[in-house]
């Protein structure tokens, strides 16, 4: 494993993050939300490691095929088609990272605040929305989880 390679969501991973699925523990599965075919790999890997997750987690989602290489010169490519301009691919990123991160830690309990969430249009929704996945994510991570998916969030949306 390369650590400044960049890692994706495999057909599988993305699978886990929908359905549960496979049943992946907590730890794992955060870490499977943070791989987003964008950052490499030895940043997640210090984002995960503010976690309490340790570098042994990404190798067994490699081998578990959670998670796969960005094929070579497709780093960074993971936009959604349908949309155009830096803008659009962040707000993207950051209402995936949100649903993602938030249904991971409330489950079901997330359903209201994943309306909400769909209901943005913008950078600036997302932004206003920001203190209330922060509240609701609290409820169900650990302050380092919620520290580190916020910086994350906050990156995105700045």
Same mark, same amino acid.
């Given at each position: 494993?390369?650590?400044?390679?960049?890692?994706?969501?495999?057909?599988?991973?993305?699978?886990?993050?929908?359905?549960?699925?496979?049943?992946?523990?907590?730890?794992?599965?955060?870490?499977?939300?943070?791989?987003?075919?964008?950052?490499?790999?030895?940043?997640?890997?210090?984002?995960?490691?503010?976690?309490?997750?340790?570098?042994?987690?990404?190798?067994?989602?490699?081998?578990?095929?959670?998670?796969?290489?960005?094929?070579?010169?497709?780093?960074?490519?993971?936009?959604?088609?349908?949309?155009? &301009? =830096?803008? $659009? #691919?962040?707000?993207?990123?950051?209402? @995936? /990272?949100?649903?993602?991160?938030?249904?991971?830690?409330?489950?079901?309990?997330?359903?209201?605040?994943?309306?909400?969430?769909?209901?943005?249009?913008?950078?600036?929704?997302?932004?206003?929305?920001?203190?209330?996945?922060?509240?609701?994510?609290?409820?169900? &991570? =650990?302050? $380092? #989880?919620?520290?580190?998916?916020?910086? @994350? /969030?906050?990156?995105?949306?700045?």
């Amino acid at each position: 494993m390369d650590a400044n390679l960049t890692y994706q969501k495999s057909a599988k991973g993305l699978d886990e993050i929908r359905s549960r699925r496979y049943r992946l523990p907590k730890r794992p599965r955060v870490l499977l939300i943070l791989v987003d075919g964008r950052t490499p790999l030895d940043l997640v890997l210090s984002q995960a490691r503010a976690l309490g997750i340790e570098d042994s987690t990404v190798y067994e989602l490699i081998s578990a095929g959670f998670i796969e290489p960005v094929p070579s010169g497709m780093a960074g490519t993971e936009a959604d088609p349908a949309m155009n &301009g =830096d803008a $659009a #691919e962040r707000f993207a990123r950051a209402q @995936r /990272l949100m649903n993602d991160s938030i249904v991971n830690a409330l489950g079901f309990r997330a359903l209201f605040f994943t309306l909400r969430l769909e209901r943005c249009a913008t950078l600036a929704d997302l932004q206003a929305l920001l203190p209330e996945y922060q509240k609701a994510l609290s409820r169900g &991570g =650990d302050s $380092a #989880e919620v520290g580190v998916l916020t910086s @994350r /969030l906050r990156a995105l949306l700045n």
